[in-house]
């Protein structure tokens, strides 16, 4: 694997505890991807994303969770129950030597912990400690209970997202939540970035913080011109298909290939635009009449009929041919078309092997390496996030985790007995 | 009473930050770190060819001039806690002022076309021998390396080659969904403020920059890292499932249509005592109390049922007083907010100050969204170092070039005159 990638060590020697629920996974897989010693303090029953599917074998035992290795890459895993009375001197120990704690789960779940936290803090005045909560710390819904699908739908993104209305403008197909964990995708990403603000910060003061990060407003930032138009123009965006919401209806972007699939080709209405895509009908000998007079009549005299119909022809063109050659040709033109791909089919595109975006990470359970996608950056040749390792066994690093934050074995004995880890 | 020292000092204090970016996913990026103290330039050009898109994007603020370049409420969102100078980088008198702003900088972010930096005869390799410390953030649309290094992009042909656009959505045969928005506009921006960050830890202790070159398509691909490992287990190409859940025996899990314009509200039930309270507060229609969605499994496997009987039981439902009705009972269930909603009707985020009024020099105060984590000790602002919202077309030019570059008035209108800024 390689670790010597650019950013690899940007947090090298920074280490981080996360406790909680699935909600702070994603944070925390970043930050072990810039070199940080992610300990995942996880109860003797595991994280409950080691029972979410898929799994890799049909046992569906904590080992096999795909949806846990992935979530989980590149941390340790130490099984300690951070409720249990026993467990504090682990936590205290831990904590001496941490850098970040990331908590994240219900809100009255994560305060209980705070006051720990905050003596942890007393102890240790650099400790950053950052919450991941559906609503924050205070507020009316605090205590709201919440998964991902709810977090989509009371932030906007379902909202902006779905299939065209009817003609009369009503909807009979539902808002649609694009894809499951979005809502964590966000909220980790501005933790990482809250987080390591934080650490910039520190370098300056030697302070720690506490980070109060919503969920519920992480999703609402997310919704690009929604808020805008409303804010602006009292106005509300509609959800059409494959394409933006907008006040009023445009004209479509996904369009069928001859191979059955589909390609994103946008309409821009510019002379450039036009011209290409009058050479790419003319090169695949596709019959048009957009150079004819009457057509330049057309586009003076009704820009909108004209504009339907070039969209029409656009249609004719994209069907003619198969999903990746009109990808290669309208981009060969200039054009800021894509095939609407698999997200597996970009593994073994010759572009994303050569920035190293996937990383082959070993399943002995399988008894073969499966491709993560890890990087989402290069120093101009090679990935510049990679992990360490893969996800961690459940417990697999206790001892030596909590060995190392000077637990003796006569502890460990007892810690073991009382089970708390 | 003087305030402690941490209280003066933010994240990014002392980071100033040329922002040549565009559009809205660099924009994304250097609005984060504005809002965490560094100095961000915005660097911009006027002509028709070389002016940012985004100024002429509705929604607009109302009144005024409307050949105005400054009143796009989107801008204004994106762009908030930003110095803004113009800067003819087609000219070679411009493109000094730009070596001399970068060797008084900390870092570059940029997000032209690929090849456009190297046409100005700027790329990494010029501009390092200026600043040896320079870190410079490049967002392509499918990456600067690679096979695709000169393809064009904006956040929807990345989330078609990715595979969000596919993976959103209700099964086949229906066409996909897509997502309604730039979802990877707002998302690379995240992790462009993420790359900044952690290659600044980097700096503090190597004292070296470093280039990074961002991909929006590799962003996107984070998202699909699940389904991308499930692809490879099973052999079949990935699929999409609406709003059902994929991981666990979730059901019913979807929007369901309530009373009133494309109402909906969005249920998620997780376990067996969820779902008796649902049917409690639908009073228990003859239907629930079937034994085919007595148990989770059994409620997934008449997934297509339960769903149909759950529309015609919300149907006439209000949204909200569902929402909390079901929320009282501890089931995760949400009103599918749209932007009104979220402004007129959100309690939590007008309890979290998640609007922020920031004035802007010519449309005046309007409200901004916000950062979505509050920090007890760290100043963060999303109106940035000059507590405003976007700058106006080159509002800070006497500023910058005499208090950054030193030049005085007399030179300031020469360089006006001549075209150079």
Redo the contacts between chains.
Sequence with gaps: MNNEA??S???AGTVILECGDERGEFAGM?LAS?GADVIKLEGRNGSNSR????F?TPERGPEHS??F???NLGKKSLSLEIDHPSARIALSRLANRADVIIDSGEAADVERRLSLYRELQQANPRLIV?AITP??L?????D????N????????V??????DPRADG??D??????????AY???G??????I??????R???G?G??????????V??????????????????????????AESRTRP??RRTKDGR???A?LFWGGRDFRVITEMLNEAGIEHDLESDEYRELRKSSPSQAQAHFSDTIDKLVASMKAEEV?HRA?AK??????????????DD???Q??G?FQAINHPE?GRD????V???????DR?TAFTRGAPRLGEHTREVLSRAGLTDAELRELTAKQAI | MAQPESARRRPLEGVRVIDLTRIVAGPNATRLLATMGAEVIRTEWHDDRAIDLLRGVRPYAPGGDPESVNRSGLFNNINAGKYGITLNMNLPQGRDLFKRLIEKSSVLCENYSPNQMERWELGYDVLRKINPSLIYVQITGMGKSGTYNGYLSVGPTAQALSGLTHMSGLAEPMAPAGWGYSYLDHSTGYYGAILVLAALLQRRRTGRGCYLDLSQTEAGLMVSGTATLEAQLTGQPTDRHGNRMQSADWAPHGAYPCRGIDGWIAIAIQDDSQWASLVTELNAPDWAQHPRFAKAIDRKTNEDDLDRLMAEATKNLDRYDLMHRLQNRGVPAAAVQKADDRCERDPQLKARDYLQPLPHSEIGTWPIEGFPAKFEKIPVDVGGLPHRGAPMMGEDNDRVYREVLGLTAEEIAALREDWVI
Excluded at chain 1, 149 to 156: I, R, V
Excluded at chain 1, 189 to 194: D, K, L, P
Excluded at chain 1, 209 to 218: G, R, T, V
Excluded at chain 1, 370 to 373: G, K, N, T
Aim: with cysteine; charged share 15%; hydrophobic share 40%.
């Design positions: 650019a950013l060590s940007a947090l970043l810039l029972r979410f599917g898929p890799t795909l949806c290795s992935r979530y950052c609503f924050g205070d507020g009316p819904y605090r709201l209970k919440m998964t699908l709810t977090q989509l739908a009371l932030g906007g379902m909202a902006v997202c779905g299939y009503t909807y197909t539902p808002p649609i939540a694009p894809e499951m964990w979005q995708h966000i909220a990403e501005y933790a990482v970035i809250a390591t603000a934080a650490l910039n910060f370098e300056l003061t302070e913080d506490l980070i109060d990060l919503s969920i519920h407003e992480a609402s930032t997310c919704t690009e011109v929604a808020m805008p138009t409303y804010i602006y123009n009292g106005a509300v965006v509609h959800r059409q298909t494959g394409r933006h919401a972007w996904l589909y390609v994103k946008f990808f981009q200039g054009l800021l078309w894509a095939s609407v791909r698999y997200p597996e089919e970009n593994i010759p572009h994303f050569a920035r975006t399988l499966l491709d993560y996608p990087s989402v950056a290069t120093d101009g040749k510049a």
